[in-house]
C-alpha cells in the first residue's frame, strides 16, 4: 500500500474511532449515585422484605428490575417478550383451595379472602372454630416477667401480633430477642388450649426521629412511615451464618393464619394495632380482650414446585456482523428473606449492591448502543445454590453458543472504594489484559484491581453456571479477603453499611470491561477448566 493510500484509509477510519469514542463516553457519563441510591432504597427497603426466593417482595424486586431495563430500551427475554423467566424449585407451599377465614359479626358472617387478607403459614395445619382473643404479642417470658398467655383460653382462637414490644432496654432493646420466635409463641398457646391463631403482621416501626436542626434542614417535620411489604407466605425462613440453630419451622398441631390488620379488625371488630404504642413503652402485657365474635379457619400446606422467576431483557447490538453474539451481564436479587422471629435480611451489600449496578451499567450499554448485543439477567435463588443461574445458562433466551462472556456482580458496596476484586482470571487469562484495558478506557476511581486471587469463592456465584457451560466468565466483588464484610448473611446488611461511590466505581469499571467485550472484532478464548 503506498503512503498516500493509508493516510486516506486511516482518515476514513478515525471519525468512526471518534464516534465510538463519544458513544462510550455518553453511556459511561450517565452511571449516577443517584440512580443507584434509588434502586438500592427500593430493594433493600422493608416493602422487598430482604427478597426471599419466592415471596412477595421478591416479586416488588422482579417488577422494579424489569421496569428499569424496559425503560433503558432493552426487549423482554423470556416467553412472549416477558421480562420475566420461570423455573421451579420444591418448597412448601399454600393449598389455597383447603384455606379459608370467615368470622360471625353483628352484621352477619364476614368471608375473608385468601391472598389478600390471609394466608397460611407452613407447619401449622388444620381447622378450628372459637371466639376470637385478642393475645398481645402472644408471648410468655419469664427472663422479661411478660405474659400475653393468661386466664381461660381452652378452645378460643387467639389472635397476636408478630414480634415483641418495641421497648428501649427490655426485650433485647432494638434487635429482636427469642421471644420473638413466632413457633416459640405457637407452642406456648397450643401449651395454653388455644384451637387455633391469626397472627398479625405488625408494620414496620417508624425511623429515629431527626434532631430539630436536621427536620429544619430537610423540610420534614416527622419521620415517614415505612410502607410495609405486602402479605405473602413464607416458603422458608432466613438463615444467618453467625447464629446456628433456630431456624426450623417445627410441626406446630395448631392451624395458624396470618392475616393483615385489617382482616383483623374484620374478624374481631377491633384494632388489634391501637394499644401497642403503650405496651411498647410500658413493656407491660395487656390484658386479654375477647372479642365476642367467632371465627372459624382453615390452613393447609404442603411440599410442591413453586414457580420462581429469572429477570433478563436482551440490547440488540449496532453491528449487523456481530448482533447475534451476546455479552451477558448478571447479578442476583435475592437474598435470604426473614427470620422466625421477623428479623429481615435486607441483603444491602448481597446482592442489591450489583443488582443496582446491573441496572446502571445495563442503561449505559443502552445510551452507548455496543457492537454486540447484551443480556441482562437478574437471577433469583442464588442464595439456594445458584438455581436461577443454573436454569438460565441451562436454557439460555438466546443460542447457547452465542454468548461471547459473561459479567457477574455480587457484593459491590463494602470496604476500600478505590480497590476492586475481579475473580476468573486464571480460568480466562486473556482476561487480564481486558481489564487493564478497562481501567485505562477512562478514568473510574478504582485504582487497584485484584486478580489471581479469591479462587475459594469461584465456585460460589451466578457466573460459575455460564464458566462450566464454556462461557467466560468474570466475577467482580467488593475486596479481598473474601468475608472481610462483618454485615456478610446477618439482618444488619442494611444501607446504612454500604458505599455508593464504592458501586459507582466498580459499575463504571464494569460498563468499561462490558464495552470492550461488546466491541472488540474477536471473541475471547474458551475457559481453562471449563467442565
Known amino acids: 500500500m503506498t503512503r498516500i493510500a493509508l493516510l486516506l484509509a486511516c482518515s476514513l477510519l478515525l471519525p468512526l474511532t471518534q464516534d465510538r469514542d463519544e458513544l462510550h463516553e455518553r453511556g459511561f457519563d450517565s452511571i449516577s449515585e443517584l440512580d443507584l441510591s434509588a434502586d438500592l432504597t427500593l430493594l433493600a427497603g422493608p416493602r422487598a422484605e430482604g427478597r426471599d426466593s419466592p415471596s412477595a417482595g421478591q416479586s416488588l424486586a422482579a417488577e422494579h428490575i424489569a421496569q428499569r431495563l424496559a425503560a433503558a430500551g432493552y426487549s423482554g427475554a423470556g416467553p412472549e417478550g416477558s421480562f420475566l423467566l420461570p423455573f421451579t424449585r420444591r418448597l412448601p407451599a399454600p393449598v389455597p383451595e383447603r384455606c379459608r377465614l370467615s368470622a360471625d359479626g353483628p352484621d352477619g358472617p364476614t368471608e375473608l379472602t385468601y391472598g389478600e387478607d390471609f394466608v397460611p403459614v407452613w407447619h401449622a395445619e388444620g381447622q378450628a372454630t372459637g371466639e376470637a382473643v385478642l393475645l398481645g404479642f402472644g408471648i410468655d417470658s419469664s427472663r422479661e416477667t411478660y405474659d400475653d398467655v393468661t386466664g381461660d383460653l381452652d378452645g378460643v382462637v387467639a389472635v ?35 384451637a387455633g391463631v391469626l397472627l398479625v403482621r405488625r408494620p414496620p416501626a417508624l425511623p429515629e426521629p431527626a434532631s430539630s436542626s436536621r427536620r429544619r434542614r430537610n423540610a420534614q417535620a416527622e419521620p415517614t412511615p415505612p410502607e410495609p411489604a405486602p402479605l ?13 440453630g433456630e431456624f426450623e419451622a417445627p410441626v406446630v398441631g395448631l392451624p395458624v393464619l396470618e392475616i393483615t390488620p385489617a382482616a383483623a379488625l374484620a374478624v374481631t371488630g377491633l384494632d388489634v394495632l391501637a394499644p401497642l404504642d403503650d405496651v411498647d ?6 390484658k386479654p380482650v375477647f ?30 456482523t456481530l448482533a447475534d453474539e451476546y455479552v451477558v451481564i448478571g447479578a442476583h436479587y435475592d437474598h435470604l428473606g426473614v427470620d422466625v422471629r421477623g428479623r429481615v435480611g435486607f441483603g444491602a451489600d448481597d446482592n442489591a449492591s450489583g443488582t443496582s449496578a446491573l441496572m446502571e451499567v445495563a442503561q449505559a450499554l443502552a ?4 457492537r454486540r448485543s447484551i443480556l441482562a439477567c437478574a437471577f433469583a435463588a442464588e442464595e439456594d445454590g445458584l438455581l436461577g443461574s443454573d436454569a438460565l445458562a441451562g436454557a439460555p433466551p438466546v443460542p447457547a453458543q452465542q454468548l461471547v462472556a459473561m459479567i457477574n456482580m455480587d457484593m459491590l458496596g463494602y470496604g476500600d472504594a478505590g480497590e476492586v476484586a475481579v475473580i476468573g482470571v486464571p480460568e480466562n487469562p486473556a482476561f487480564e489484559k481486558l481489564l487493564k484495558r478497562a481501567k485505562k478506557l477512562k478514568h473510574t476511581k478504582v485504582k487497584k484491581i485484584i486478580t489471581g486471587q479469591g479462587q475459594e469463592v469461584f465456585k460460589r456465584s451466578d457466573h460459575y453456571n455460564f464458566h462450566r457451560r464454556g462461557v467466560p466468565s468474570l466475577f467482580f466483588f467488593e475486596g479481598l479477603p473474601v468475608g472481610s464484610n462483618p454485615h456478610y448473611h446477618t439482618w444488619h446488611d442494611t444501607l446504612d453499611t454500604i458505599d455508593i461511590d464504592k458501586i459507582a466505581r466498580t459499575a463504571r469499571l464494569v460498563f468499561n470491561t462490558a464495552w470492550l467485550l461488546a466491541e472488540d472484532d474477536e471473541r475471547p478464548p474458551p475457559p481453562r477448566n471449563a467442565r
Open 281 to 286: 413503652r410500658k413493656a407491660k402485657a395487656p
Open 232 to 244: 405473602g407466605f413464607r416458603h422458608t425462613w432466613a438463615r444467618w451464618i453467625d447464629e446456628p
Open 291 to 320: 372479642s365476642g365474635r367467632t371465627v372459624s379457619l382453615a390452613a393447609a400446606s404442603e411440599l410442591r414446585d413453586v414457580t420462581l422467576f429469572n429477570v433478563a431483557g436482551t440490547l440488540t447490538g449496532s453491528d449487523q
Open 160 to 194: 397476636i401480633v408478630s414480634g415483641e414490644p418495641r421497648h428501649r432496654r427490655k426485650f433485647d432493646g432494638p434487635e429482636l430477642s427469642p421471644d420473638a420466635n413466632l413457633y416459640t409463641k405457637l407452642a406456648t398457646l397450643k401449651q395454653a388450649g388455644v
Open 367 to 370: 445510551q452507548a448502543g455496543p
